[in-house]
T-cell receptor, first 113, second 110 residues
């Protein structure tokens, strides 16, 4: 049973560029959430997708956007990258009615130079 | 003030010791309490899950929640070097996003 898979594992970008991160949820899961984890900090909630719509959003600017596809996979897009966007981006999947039980992928390490 | 505060550590203990990890939270609406373990360069892994107050035991791990004092604990008995990781507490309301502590880095020395 494949768990949550994320791609790419590492990414280096420069300020002002745009980036797209991808996630495939655990088999049977229909809800995808994205978290940002800065070095030495706990993950911070970005947003959650269910039925191809953004259902909840954390305190992140509009530069952060996402999408969920009919097969439940998801993308996170970040525009106009800032140095402060450097972090580990984690995708987590769950069942809609068990949203407190998240299964995380290994993350994408984004470095903005 | 952060919604979830966690002792940052780092914490270093000898193999076989009992480890106590703690968090406090401020939002009375939190109902679900989780502990995640995160190894270096990996995503967090759900370790323990508790609904409301009380204790939950799973092998060498025991999670405690005291909603009256807004205090969450994780105890690890007979700690092993393989337990060396960062431990994250997390809380949530029903159907809401998780709020994490900043994590405690634990090292168990052989």
């Amino acid at each position: 049973d494949a768990g949550v898979t994320q791609s790419p594992t590492h990414l280096i970008k420069t300020r002002g560029q745009q980036v797209t991160l991808r996630c495939s949820p655990k088999s049977g899961h229909d809800t995808v959430s994205w978290y940002q984890q800065a070095l030495g900090q706990g993950p911070q909630f970005i947003f959650q997708y269910y039925e191809e719509e953004e259902r909840q959003r954390g305190n992140f600017p509009d530069r952060f956007s996402g999408h969920q596809f009919p097969n439940y996979s998801s993308e996170l897009n970040v525009n106009a990258l800032l140095l402060g966007d450097s972090a580990l981006y984690l995708c987590a999947s769950s069942l809609r009615d068990r949203g407190e039980k998240l299964f995380f992928g290994s993350g994408t390490q984004l470095s903005v130079l | 003030q952060k919604e979830v505060e966690q002792d940052p550590g780092p914490l270093s203990v000898p193999e076989g010791a009992i480890v106590s990890l703690n968090c406090t939270y401020s939002n009375s609406a939190f109902q679900y309490f989780m502990w995640y373990r995160q190894y270096s360069r990996k995503g967090p892994e759900l370790l323990m899950y508790t609904y409301s107050s009380g204790n939950k035991e799973d092998g060498r791990f025991t999670a405690q929640v005291d909603k009256s004092s807004k205090y969450i604990s994780l105890f690890i008995r007979d700690s092993q070097p393989s337990d060396s990781a960062t431990y994250l507490c997390a809380t949530s309301e029903r159907q809401r996003q998780l709020t994490f502590g900043s994590g405690t880095q634990l090292t168990v020395l052989p």
